[in-house]
């Protein structure tokens, strides 16, 4: 090791953390030729089990268990976070900001739910936040916002921004897989999440939006207040119906400020125009169809998940935190402008929808169903119950109802009423279909 080379904490040896460390060491080279003599090497690497297998050659006396003597360790220069979760890596992320050390971090979760207090330890201690690898994977999406567009209002960011629920749902339109074996294809892939029930209920997306959102807009934004569901709900069905009527499933993002600044922003599966160009995003790709008042439409696509691709920009933030080093920029993370903002409420925003009942099959349901929605007001632009082509009089349990655009908080009040039908068995589930 040259006396001159930035040493690396490395606090996760996991998917994503043996990916920057292969990265590191493959392209050292590279990276030092890119960037004038940057030299990097791993000066300690925190795992919770110092004993267990890693799929990575790294140099065992490098290996600890303690977060104090990793964050204290004179050669640890630059701290990477690969850990995941909100409470040890909060403490771990905090701990190295008050010992005016820059950070790296992908962890989405951590900065949307407690990334005020981060960002505010990382401007009192001028030890900047680096979190590229946080949001859609190896996209460089964080900087786009940050940098390039820092000249624009961003109008809207409407996004596919999880990797796994995407694959999922790919796997179930054109691989016909179920639910839970497609889910376990993107688990052995390497891109679920530890806690694999944040990609499929929404919230690693809901996440990754929050950050776009606070980067774009300039306050902080409570999870609280924002609307989320994932895939879990989606069946053949829903997909198969999709598809007839010119549709595709996504799990999406939708961010965008309405004229009166206020801003909008929810992740919901939604029905999208097969011919749109987010439609033709497959597997772990992710998209961000990004509008600036300047810059106008653009598309930026890439790999959302998975080892390499994260570990790209992972390492991209390592060598800007390491240039940092040499001259430190504490404008970047995220720069609050505005003390808050206002935040559309989910109840007032608009769309048509595809609405799927489970109901007992008896005479007049169609008719029940469509007076409750005929008294509140709500068009129906179609009804259809798939039928067993075996047995034309065999019970139906679905019934699908597609529904002129009103406002979300109509539609629920309606589907309360609807719900109280004794011919309805459960919670109706609820699509949006977006124009885009
Ligand atoms: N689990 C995440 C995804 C990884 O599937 O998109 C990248 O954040």
Known sequence: MTSSSIGIGLAGLGTVGSGVAQTLSENAELIAQRTGGISLHIAR?????????????????????????????????IV??????????????????????????????????????????????????????AVAGGIPIIKAVQESLVGNHIQSMTGIINGTSNYILERMTEGGLQYPEALAEAKELGYAEADETLDVNGWDAAHKA????????????????????????????????????????????????HENGAVEIRTQPSFIPQNHILASVNGVFNAVALKGDKL??????????????TASSAVADIIEAARGLRNADTS?????????????????TQTAYYVRFDVTDEPGVVAKIATVLADKGIGISGTHSPANPNDPDADFVDMVFRLHTCSFGLLRDTLLKIEELSCVNSRPVVFRIETL
Do not use: W
Request: aromatic share 8%; with cysteine; net charge negative.
């Open 210 to 257: 929050i950050l776009l959102a606070t980067l774009a807009y300039g306050f902080s934004i409570d999870p609280a207040q924002i609307y989320v569901r994932g895939i879990e709900m989606v069946r053949p069905i829903d997909i198969n119906f999709a598809k007839e009527l010119g549709y595709v499933i996504k799990l999406l993002c939708i961010v965008r400020q």
């Open 45 to 77: 690497a925190l795992v919770k089990n110092s004993g267990r297998a890693r799929e990575i050659d790294i140099n065992n006396d490098l290996i600890i268990t303690d977060p104090d003597e990793f964050v204290n360790d004179p050669d640890v220069s």
């Open 296 to 309: 106008g439409d653009s598309l930026f696509y890439g790999r959302g998940a998975g080892q390499n691709p």
């Open 80 to 133: 990477v976070e690969l850990i995941g979760g909100t409470s040890a890596a909060f403490d771990l992320v905090a701990a190295s900001l008050r010992a005016g050390k820059p950070v790296v971090t992908g962890n989405k979760a951590l900065l949307a739910e407690r990334g005020e207090e981060l960002f505010q330890l990382s401007r009192t201690h001028k030890a900047p936040i680096y979190f590229e690898a």
């Open 332 to 348: 970047r993370g995220f720069l609050p402008y505005k003390d808050s903002g206002t935040l559309i409420p989910i109840d007032d």
